[in-house]
Antibody
Framework: EVQLVESGGGLIQPGGSLRLSCAASGFTVSSNYMSWVRQAPGKGLEWVSVIYSGGSTYYADSVKGRFTISRDNSKNTLYLQMNSLRAEDTAVYYC???????????????WGQGTLVTVSS | DIQMTQSPSSLSASVGDRVTITCRASQSISSYLNWYQQKPGKAPKLLIYAASSLQSGVPSRFSGSGSGTDFTLTISSLQPEDFATYYCQQSYSTLYSFGQGTKLEIK
């Protein structure tokens, strides 16, 4: 069974840094496209970042230059390094596998359970 | 960036009703459109991918249609477990984006 488990969330002061982890089981992170999606309290889903199997990375404008997505193949784990955190970064952060079908269409599945990041003084 | 706009933002319906949710993209995205269901405190769940393909295990009362800029998610006969928030999402661009969500509530 494919499973994603996030960790690393918590309370952090504005301007601080935090690293989120997403441990995968049942599939290989390095062979798949992996992404982070966040959801502010009471709000909708916001795509944050993606890392392709070849290593290319992309970011939402709202986090570009502050967040870095990476992976550790030996640990089969995805990461999100978050620097210069702001109050508006407060959200539940989900990791998700981005599946690419035979016809190049892609979708997020499965998703982890999420980890809450609260940026507040 | 591609903007995704859903309508309505909220909807009240009864068990057994037929419900349609609309999603519009700011530019043509072919059929690169997915639909997710999210219940409170839970991660989103994939329902429909590539605009009209039903994800394995999802009940056949869910269906998707559309291409280009206009898409719809239809629930043919609402069941109690379908009351949730629904999101569309485009995968045409590497800057993936979601609609703002449609909250489906019990009338």
């Amino acid at each position: 069974e494919v499973q994603l488990v996030e960790s690393g969330g918590g309370l952090i002061q504005p301007g601080g840094s935090l690293r989120l982890s997403c441990a995968a089981s049942g599939f290989t992170v390095s062979s798949n496209y992996m992404s982070w999606v966040r959801q502010a309290p009471g709000k909708g889903l916001e795509w944050v970042s993606v890392i392709y199997s070849g290593g290319s990375t992309y970011y939402a404008d709202s986090v570009k230059g502050r967040f870095t997505i990476s992976r550790d193949n030996s640990k089969n784990t995805l990461y999100l390094q978050m620097n210069s955190l702001r109050a508006e970064d407060t959200a539940v952060y989900y990791c998700a596998s981005l599946i690419v079908g035979a016809t190049s269409f892609s979708w997020f599945d499965p998703w982890g359970q999420g980890t809450l990041v609260t940026v507040s003084s | 960036d591609i903007q995704m706009t859903q309508s309505p933002s909220s909807l009240s319906a009864s068990v057994g009703d037929r419900v349609t949710i609309t999603c519009r993209a700011s530019q043509s995205i072919s059929s690169y459109l997915n639909w997710y269901q999210q219940k409170p405190g839970k991660a989103p769940k994939l329902l429909i991918y590539a605009a009209s393909s039903l994800q394995s295990g999802v009940p056949s009362r869910f269906s998707g249609s559309g291409s280009g800029t206009d898409f719809t998610l239809t629930i043919s006969s609402l069941q109690p477990e379908d009351f949730a928030t629904y999101y569309c999402q485009q995968s045409y661009s590497t800057l993936y984006s979601f609609g703002q969500g449609t909250k489906l509530e019990i009338k």
